[in-house]
């Protein structure tokens, strides 16, 4: 007999293989083709799914480990470092979109209640989208990620509060919420339960399950918590997601923590697509293909005002325009907490079956074009740069008192002040080189500044802030930050104000190398090579060779390239095989007496490998050709794909 949901759980997951597998091949969001699979799956598509109400239970759960996974990676470490984005950034966007929306509201004639709920759907962004795109852009550390990022921190905080008191907007009975003394005793014994459970009781459990090192019941444990904080805070009368953060705030404070995260992630992963997939069963087709002018048009109003009051808001924060731009980009979207916000309105009554359907057609098109604006983010920066407006708006300005600069020549400027700027300025230091530093967080270089650091305030992709610095007596410049619009546009800046300035640049990627060189940085440092390398270099000291010949190996590799790095063309870079985007792995064997005697041509002909070296005693072979011969306990040095790595290892050597 076949089980119902069963079998519509298995139709959920095929089509959202296939339809995602087609998304992956186009360079299309997740996210959208999730909304797809339910808008085809769905009652309003193609009626494949019965069970609704069931995919919609598996959907509730998604958000439940969603949010517990959000407190969980709430750290307070984490939070004291971008606390100013967090507090002031988070509040002053979600209070002005607030009130942008609950203006526009009111005067298209909705009434107070609805115009406030209108605005809180509207000013939420979208956690899982943003965080996923500054991942995959690497731009989770520069300026603008760090923003964003404390202004989501902010909201995921505020929408469990929101969700808590949704129902006072609609006037609805909801128990302790319309009595003020229960409502502050059940917040005072929710603040005991969470510190004691935080300070003593789950720590000395969580510990206690640990010793028996056994995996199942650590896990059985973590959703234990996750779910029975969850049932207590839902049977007192308050929301599903507040006990579900609250759940991950304790755990967050154990020792456990990022292991607990580790499996509760697939977890999350998984049911939040169910999620996405419910939204997309809940759109109307029809209804939505009626209205898809309108749809589209209010579409474009929330991402221009959510655009315009994102990057107000980095203004305030004393941030260049050019970083206001790349923020209001980042936050244009409405995020899935609206959509939680907006089926408890609709079962409230705070908004009808029509304004519903317009909502999510809405969000659902603000989510799905998050990866194409941010696409467009450098041009649209670009832009920006060239509107005639006043310096303080365009550079940003420095929220506190700025002592005399001494102005320096023949000097080092460090652009980004993370652990590789602190490095090289420490460095400098030693070695008495003048130096200094031009940072964009306006917190950094105060907490700097009082320790003496000659630390300057500003965006150096900017030409004025550079000419502060009198850029063009210095010597060399090292780009050390993680934004890598910020550094192609700081290299352009920097070589048209001082064509002889030497320019050092930090990257993270083999592939964004050749660019970089096109403009104008002299010097490159792949973290990606430079990672490969010092792992090499690990298992070349697990085979015990002498540390002498370790280090000129490295030495040669490094050299070498380098310089293959600067004469390759962009085309010959791609298909190098110290490019990692392609699957290209180095690794190392020693050969056996069977090996005796025979060429590389013999040893390699039934694979697609490359020779990068052959070790013997203390001589190192390059460049070499099929024809060497080869001798018992010589490390061969070997590159090409994983499969074709593995089946080499396998063989007889």
């Not at 002031?88 to 526009?104: D, K």
């Not at 969470?194 to 003593?200: C, M, R």
Request: glycine share 8%; hydrophobic share 50%; charged share 15%.
């Amino acid at each position: 007999m076949a089980i119902p949901l069963l079998e519509d759980v298995v139709i959920i997951i095929g089509l959202a293989v296939i339809i995602l597998l087609l998304f992956r091949k186009m360079k299309m969001p997740a996210i959208l083709a999730f909304f797809l699979t339910g808008l085809l799956a769905g009652p309003h598509g193609l009626g494949l799914v019965g069970s609704v109400d069931e995919v919609n239970l598996l959907a509730e759960l998604g958000v439940i480990f969603l949010l517990f996974t959000i407190g969980m990676e709430f750290s307070l470490e984490n939070f004291f470092q971008i606390k100013r984005y967090v507090i002031v950034g988070g509040s002053l966007q979600l209070t002005l979109t607030l009130a942008a929306v609950y203006f526009i509201c009111l005067n298209l004639g909705l009434n107070t209640s609805e115009s406030i709920f209108t605005g809180l759907l509207i000013s939420f962004s979208s956690t899982a989208v943003v965080i996923r795109l500054l991942q995959e852009r690497d731009q989770m550390y520069s300026i603008h990620g760090q923003i964003a990022l404390g202004i989501l921190i902010f909201q995921d905080i505020a929408v469990v509060l929101v969700i808590l008191f949704t129902p006072m907007l609609a006037g609805v009975s909801n128990g302790a919420l319309n009595n003020l003394p229960t409502l502050i005793a059940m917040g005072a014994g929710l603040v005991i339960f969470t510190l004691i459970s935080t300070k003593w009781i789950v720590p000395a459990l969580i510990h206690y399950i640990a010793r028996f090192k056994s995996r199942e019941l650590f896990v059985l444990t973590i959703i234990l918590i996750c779910f029975g904080v969850t049932w207590i805070t839902s049977s007192i009368g308050l929301s599903t997601a507040l006990g579900a953060f609250l759940a991950g705030l304790i755990i967050s404070n154990t020792d456990y923590s990022h292991q607990a995260l580790g499996n509760i992630l697939p977890f999350k992963d998984i049911f939040m697509s169910f999620f996405f997939v419910s939204i997309g069963m809940l759109l109307n087709i029809g209804f939505v293909a009626e209205n898809l002018l309108l749809i589209i048009i209010i579409a474009v109003i929330v991402i221009l005002l959510k655009s315009f009051i994102a990057s107000i808001t980095a203004g305030l924060l004393g941030l260049s325009f050019r970083v206001m731009v790349l923020v209001g980009l980042l936050l244009s979207q409405i995020g899935e907490f609206s959509f939680i916000l907006s089926a408890t309105g609709l079962q409230l009554g705070l908004i009808n079956k029509d304004f519903f359907q317009i909502f999510l057609g809405v969000s659902v098109i603000t989510m799905s074009i998050t990866p194409f604006i941010l696409a467009a983010a450098p041009r649209i920066s670009n832009f920006s740069d060239k509107l005639p407006l006043p310096d303080r708006i365009k550079h940003g300005f420095y929220p506190f008192t700025i002592p005399p600069e001494e102005v320096l020549s023949d000097h080092l400027i460090i652009v980004g002040f993370g652990i590789n700027g602190k490095n090289m300025a420490k460095a400098a230091s030693k070695a008495e080189i003048p130096y200094v530093v031009v940072e964009i967080n306006p917190e950094i270089v105060r907490n700097e500044k009082s320790h003496g650091e000659s630390i300057h305030f500003g965006d150096a992709a900017h030409g004025t802030v550079l000419k502060n610095i009198n850029i063009e007596e210095a010597r060399i410049m090292v780009v050390a930050i993680s934004d890598a619009i910020g550094t192609r546009k700081i290299l352009d800046i920097a070589k048209k104000l001082n064509p002889n300035i030497y320019i050092i640049v930090r990257t993270r990627y083999i592939r964004d190398m050749e660019s970089l060189y096109q403009m104008g940085a002299d010097e490159i440092i792949p973290e990606e090579f430079e990672t490969s390398i010092e792992i090499f270099s690990r298992v070349l000291e697990k085979y015990d060779l002498p540390e002498e010949n370790i280090h000129d190996f490295i030495h040669e590799i490094r050299s070498d390239g380098y310089e293959l790095f600067r004469t390759l063309s962009k085309d010959e870079l791609i298909t190098s095989t110290l490019d990692e985007s392609q699957d290209i792995e180095i690794t190392s064997t020693i050969l056996g007496s069977v090996s005796e005697g025979k060429t590389i041509g013999e040893l390699i002909k039934s694979y697609d490998l490359e020779i990068v070296a052959v070790i013997r005693g203390h001589k190192t072979f390059k460049k070499i050709d099929a024809t060497f011969k080869l001798a018992e306990g010589d490390l061969l040095i070997v590159s090409g794909e994983e499969d074709q790595l593995s089946n080499f290892e396998k063989s007889d050597l």
